[in-house]
Antibody, heavy 119, light 107 residues
Framework: QVQLVQSGAEVKKPGASVKVSCKASGYTFTSCDIDWVRQATGQGLEWMGW????????AYAQKFQGRVTMTRDTSTNTAYMELSSLTSDDTAIYYCARANPTENRFDPWGQGTLVTVSS | EIVMTQSPATLSVSPGERATLSCRAS??????LAWYQQKPGQAPRLLIHGASTRATGIPARFSGSGSGTDFTLTISSLQSEDFAVYSCQQYNAWPLTFGGGTKVEIK
């Protein structure tokens, strides 16, 4: 079955960077974009950007431009999201999600990775 | 940016009753609208796409309607496993945006 498995929880200090991984299985990794969405505690979902695993092309939400980098390793079917210059406002659960090939709706999602930013 | 507004924030419903959730877009998204279900400690799950098409494996008690700016998710007869948070997402324009969610709780 199609599955996205993310890396484990992280605790970072303000100003640091975090890199979250998302390993895909059950489908052809290069056939669908991978998007990243985050959710702060008790808040709604916030889209961060997408990456095309075939070309490596990316597009980021304006809010995160200059701070986020999405990459992939096609040899291991793994997508990565790195967020730099962390502040306490970045404390959230980060999800990767597979986008439909023709529409930007998400199915399935990874299980989520909690990133806590605290001094 | 298209703002998605969901109402109500919390809906209290008894098992077996109907639940009607609303999602409104600040400008037209055509039918490029998806609904997701999220249970505590779990990732979102796709329920509906194209405003009214159920995703694979989603029970028929879930239905979606609407186009343009006003959308509705209806759960015809709530089961115990349906108590969760429901979020809408527009994918008509960049950036992709989500509503704030409606929590469906047991009355």
């Amino acid at each position: 079955q199609v599955q996205l498995v993310q890396s484990g929880a992280e605790v970072k200090k303000p100003g640091a960077s975090v890199k979250v991984s998302c390993k895909a299985s059950g489908y052809t990794f290069t056939s669908c974009d991978i998007d990243w969405v985050r959710q702060a505690t008790g808040q709604g979902l916030e889209w961060m950007g997408w990456m095309n695993p075939n070309s490596g092309n990316t597009a980021y939400a304006q809010k995160f431009q200059g701070r986020v980098t999405m990459t992939r390793d096609t040899s291991t079917n793994t997508a990565y999201m790195e967020l730099s210059s962390l502040t306490s406002d970045d404390t959230a659960i980060y999800y990767c999600a597979r986008a439909n090939p023709t529409e930007n709706r998400f199915d399935p999602w990874g299980q989520g990775t909690l990133v806590t930013v605290s001094s | 940016e298209i703002v998605m507004t969901q109402s109500p924030a919390t809906l209290s419903v008894s098992p077996g009753e109907r639940a009607t959730l609303s999602c409104r877009a600040s400008q037209s998204v055509s039918t490029k609208l998806a609904w997701y279900q999220q249970k505590p400690g779990q990732a979102p799950r796709l329920l509906i796409h194209g405003a009214s098409t159920r995703a694979t494996g989603i029970p028929a008690r879930f239905s979606g309607s609407g186009s343009g700016t006003d959308f509705t998710l209806t759960i015809s007869s709530l089961q115990s496993e349906d108590f969760a948070v429901y979020s809408c997402q527009q994918y008509n324009a960049w950036p992709l945006t989500f509503g704030g969610g409606t929590k469906v709780e047991i009355k």
